[in-house]
């Protein structure tokens, strides 16, 4: 037994631009001391934390390239802005302040 129709299935076009951004800047480290600390003198400690919260195995970072593509993935799964150049420049030239950034981000997030 079929039904009529009665009314033709409309499509869903609402979507949302959100314009999400870090919530510090790389340079603000001393946002939180204890992040701050653990990135100054036991950066490999902080990143196994990062990869921990992020939801990846705790010794990720220990292969190359593994920030670089957490970092990118962070941005992509918060819808932030950016490119993998600027992750990539960050990482290479700012890299305990970077690291120190994408945990103080998990912890806001989380």
């Known amino acids: ?27 603000d480290c001393c946002e939180d001391m204890g992040i701050c600390l653990c990135g100054a003198f036991v950066p490999c400690i902080l990143a196994c934390r990062v990869a ?22 962070m941005r992509e799964r918060y819808h932030i802005p950016g490119s993998i150049c ?11 302040c970077t690291l120190c950034q994408m945990a103080r981000e998990l912890k806001a997030r989380n």
Not at 7 to 13: E, G, R
Not at 54 to 70: I, K, S
Not at 86 to 96: E, K, Y
């Open 52 to 73: 921990s919260d992020y939801g990846e195995c705790c010794c990720l970072p220990f292969l190359g390239g593994a920030l670089l593509a957490m970092r990118t993935g």
């Open 1 to 27: 037994m079929s039904y009529p129709m009665t009314s033709q299935p409309q499509a869903m076009q609402g979507y949302t631009t959100s314009n999400n951004q870090w919530n510090s800047e790389v340079m």
């Open 86 to 96: 600027n992750d990539c420049v960050c990482l290479t030239f700012c890299g305990q």
